[in-house]
Each structure stands twice: as C-alpha cells, then as structure tokens.
C-alpha cells in the first residue's frame, strides 16, 4: 500500500491513526493472513489525493462532513465515483480544518496574492490561481527545499504541528488560518475490489446507499401514563376531582371523602412509614 505522504509524517505516515496503524490492525484483525507493507510517497508511486468527497473550498465542517459520509449519502457516492476505477473507497480518519499555507511575506488583501508563487494543489489550486496566484504542483515531501530555495513563495500542506516536521516554518515566517480550501479533510483507503474473491463492499452501502427522508420519520407516541389504581374502592371520582380542586383552592368548601368499608386495607403512601421498614 502506497501513500500520499513522505516517510515518517505523524498522524499519516507512522503513529496512531496512521497508515502503518491500519496495516497493524489488518494484521491482528485477520490472524496475520492478511499482511500489509507501506510505502511512502515517491517509493512506489508519486503523490496524489483525491478532492470532492475528501473536501471541498468553503465546504462543510469537520462534524457535518463526517455524518454527510455515512447518513447523507455521501459514503454511496463517493463507492460510485469510484467504481469505474474498480476499486472501493474508505474513509480512514479526518484531520480537521488546515492553515492557508505558509508565506515568505504577509498576506494582507487579495492583491497581495497576485503573482505569489505557490504550492497549492486540488481545486483550491484553481481558485487561487483565477485569483492571479501562480499554483505549482509538489509531493508535500518536496514543500521545504522548494520553499527555503525560493523557487515557491508560499506552501500549504496540513497544519502547523505536522508542518513543522517538514521544516516549513523554517522556510516560510508567516502562516495564515483558518483554511477555506480545507475546512475538513478526510483521509481515504482504496482498496482493488478484486481483493477477497468475489470483490469488497463497504457495510455502510447496504445500511446507508441513500439518505432517509426527513418525512419518512415516525413521530413519537405520546403513551397516556394509566391511572394510580387505590384499595378504597368508596372513594369516588367526584371526591377525587373535589379533592384537585381544593389543592388549588384551599379556601373551597370541599366535602370529607366516604370512610372505608369494615376490612378495607388501604395502600400506605409513599411518604408514609411502613410496618415493616419504618421508613419514610
């Protein structure tokens, strides 16, 4: 398995939640029959990432994209994206929302982009390069001697605790947030769907191929709490509604409840002491 990343990148590469994590898991998950080597990007294959349903520019957040994916529809259309390419796509981890980059100088105002030189890939890429910024396609491993030689002005890549490792702070002195052209950025796992025999299927395509409509909702029924039942069966309901109305009124004239029939045993209330335990 290859990925997108250089070789020791946290979070991505090594540590938890990471590629080498999930090959760990494979690995006990399945008794050892599946094992699982990983590369670094450039040691088997260049860099590249996927856009649209890993995010988008001014998409959704790190909440709303992660349940957009498994009860919006989203985890149904991402497998029917990729289909065509014979292969199934999972979702393994989101890193949240990133920084804009970092600049050798300040950014203050939309003109000040205007033929910055900058490393920026997907359709953020795009969006920057209408705005007159001169987008350069790397390998996020190539960021730093690209940057600190001059040969870019500014590189994004994720956010500042992994951009460290890379030495981009180092090269660029100024870094911009919060990131627009990432507000939530999933990580993915594809897998050939000739893998397994008869080809893979992600759980979430049966349970959630498409979103349920708001309509389709039952309301909930309200169940009518039955009435306290009592031993003294002389009481009637029109002492009952009387007695209610004095617990409002305690200046109503309310007349006394019957007495009990001889040998009825009434039910002590909560709030009473009991014979057997003397507590109230």
């Known amino acids: 398995m290859t990925t997108t990343w250089p070789a020791g990148l946290p979070f991505y590469q090594v540590g938890p939640g990471s590629a080498a994590t999930f090959a760990e898991r494979v690995d006990k998950r399945s008794n050892s029959r599946i094992k699982i080597q990983v590369f670094a990007a450039g040691e088997l294959l260049p860099a590249f990432a996927a856009q649209y349903v890993a995010t988008v520019p001014v998409g959704m957040s790190v909440l709303g994209h992660c349940a957009w994916l498994p009860f919006g529809g989203g985890n149904a259309l991402w497998e029917e994206t990729y289909r065509p390419l014979k292969v199934v796509p999972f979702a393994a981890g989101c890193s949240g929302v990133q920084t804009t980059g970092w600049f ?75 990131g627009w052209h990432e507000p939530s950025t999933v990580s993915e796992i594809v897998i050939q769907r000739k893998i397994g025999g008869r080809g893979c299927r992600p759980t979430w395509s049966r349970r ?73």
């Open 208 to 280: 959630c191929a498409q979103p349920r409509p708001m309509s389709s909702t039952r309301p909930r029924r309200r169940t009518r709490r039955p009435a306290r039942s009592t031993s003294c069966s002389s009481r009637s309901s029109a002492s009952t509604t009387s007695g209610r109305r004095s617990a409002r009124n305690p200046s109503s004239s309310t007349p006394a409840p019957d007495p009990p029939r001889p040998g009825t045993r009434l039910r002590p209330h909560a709030h009473e002491p009991t014979a057997e335990t003397g507590l109230a």
């Open 104 to 178: 050798k100088k300040e950014i203050r105002s939309l003109a000040d982009r205007k033929g910055v030189k900058m490393r920026i890939p997907g359709l953020a890429g795009r969006i920057c390069s209408a705005l007159g910024v001169e987008v350069r396609q790397l390998p996020g491993g190539e960021n730093f001697p690209a940057l600190e030689r001059g040969v870019i002005d500014a590189a994004e890549f994720v956010v500042p605790f992994l951009d460290a490792r890379p030495g981009l702070p180092n090269a660029g002195k100024n870094n911009h947030a919060s």
